[in-house]
Structures are given as C-alpha cells and as structure tokens.
C-alpha cells in the first residue's frame, strides 16, 4: 500500500528553526508538495520538490532525497502566525496525490 | 469570484437526505478535485475531473457522485447521506497541464455534519 509519515505534533519556540519530516512509499514519484493549513482554513501551497536538494523560499525551504523516500520542510525565525498543521503529499504514478494525515505545529513566545 | 468558491459553508442533515455541496472555479482550471478530511487522517480524493466532460474515481468514491458539465463547476452529491460522511468537504482545482507541479489550490471547504 501507499504510505506517507510524518509526526503528529512538534513544538517550537518563537524565533527558532524547526524541521519536520516526511517519509513516503508510494507506487510511482511525481513530486512532493508541502502545504500549510491553519485551523478551520484550506491547505494552502507552500514548496514543490521532484529533483534531489534543497528548495528555499523565504523563510521556508523544503528537502528531497528520492533514493531515501524522505523530505524536509525547515522553517526560520519562526513566528506565531506559523502555528498550523504542515501536510506532506506525493504524487503517485497515476498522477493522484497522497497525503499525509499532517503535523500540527505549535509555537511558543 | 476570485479563485475557488464551495456552498454551503457548514451544513447540518438528517441521514437519508439527498445533499449537494457546490464548487465554482475562476482560474479556467482544467482539472478539479473533491477531498473529505477526517481527524487523524490525511486528505482523501473521492472524484476528480481531468478535464470538462469527464470524471474519475478517487480513493473513497462510495456514496458520492459528480459531474464536470462546465469548466468552472463541479458539485459533489451524496445520494444518500450516513453519519460516516461526516467530514470536512474541501473542493481543489488545478492547470491539469503536462510538466510542472500542476499545483492544486484548494476552496474554503464544506464542514457537513449527518445525523
């Protein structure tokens, strides 16, 4: 079956770097998305990986190893506003996208 | 409309009721998606849409039914709804073009409660 990891909960503090995770077995690889959702809002798009390496994007840079079946998504200077749930998905042969159940990120002052 | 739109926000309905939850496109998106969220669980795909015209079955299509008449629409309808369908509904749309991500973006969602 298809499977994608990633923990359920991490917390940071205000101003520090945090990393969180996400190991996937998939039939198929077509990319992997890292989207933010706040409570009671739609995900929103955050990073897109499909070749080995770091992608940066402000604050927020997302890290592919196809070989390992593993990502990072790695945010700085964290602020309050980051408090949310970060779900990981990847794209399969058929071209679907396959979740992650996510990891709710909490941020303290 | 600016983006993707769903209706009704939250809806409340007996059990056996016929319910259909609206999703309306502006970005001339090819392709549309129908997802449930569940606590503890990732998003699962009940249809898709690759194109105006056409329809898939996603992970968990039982229950649920679609149609694409139009680009910009694509209402999702429980023949039949049971408290299992309880879930939070969101709507997503993306270009459907060949190479790049083909990024899905994602409506405010439908919080649908069956009793």
């Known amino acids: 079956g298809q499977n994608i990891d990633q923990p359920t909960e991490m917390t940071a503090t205000e101003g520090a770097i945090v990393q969180i995770n996400c190991t996937y077995q998939?039939?198929?690889?077509?990319?992997l998305f890292w989207y933010q959702q706040h409570a009671g809002e739609a995900p929103t798009f955050l990073s897109y990986?499909?070749l080995d390496g770091l992608e940066e994007k402000g604050r927020f840079s997302s890290f592919l190893s196809r070989s390992k079946g593993y990502s990072y998504l790695l945010l700085k200077e964290l602020q309050m506003k980051d408090s949310a749930s970060y779900l990981c998905?990847?794209?399969?042969?058929?071209?679907?996208?396959?979740w992650g159940a996510g990891t709710k990120l909490i941020i303290k002052p | 409309i600016a983006g993707i739109t769903q209706a009704p926000t939250s809806q409340i309905l007996a059990a056996g009721r016929r319910m259909t939850l609206r999703c309306t496109q502006d970005?001339?998106?090819?392709?549309m998606y129908w997802y449930r969220q569940d606590l503890g669980l990732g998003l699962r795909l009940i249809h898709y849409?690759?194109?105006?015209?056409?329809?898939g079955k996603g992970e968990v299509p039982d229950g649920y039914s679609v149609s694409r008449a139009n680009t910009d629409d694509f209402p999702l309808t429980l023949a039949s709804a049971v408290p299992s369908q309880t879930s939070v509904y969101f709507c997503?749309?993306?270009?459907?073009?060949?190479?790049?991500?083909?990024?899905?973006?994602f409506g405010p969602g439908t919080r649908l409660t069956v009793l």
């Open positions: 990986n499909v």
């Open positions: 998939t039939s198929g690889f077509n990319g």
């Open positions: 849409s690759n194109t105006a015209g056409t329809t």
């Open positions: 997503a749309s993306s270009p459907g073009l060949a190479g790049g991500p083909d990024t899905q973006y």
């Open positions: 998905a990847v794209r399969d042969s058929n071209y679907q996208l396959i």
């Open positions: 970005m001339r998106h090819n392709a």
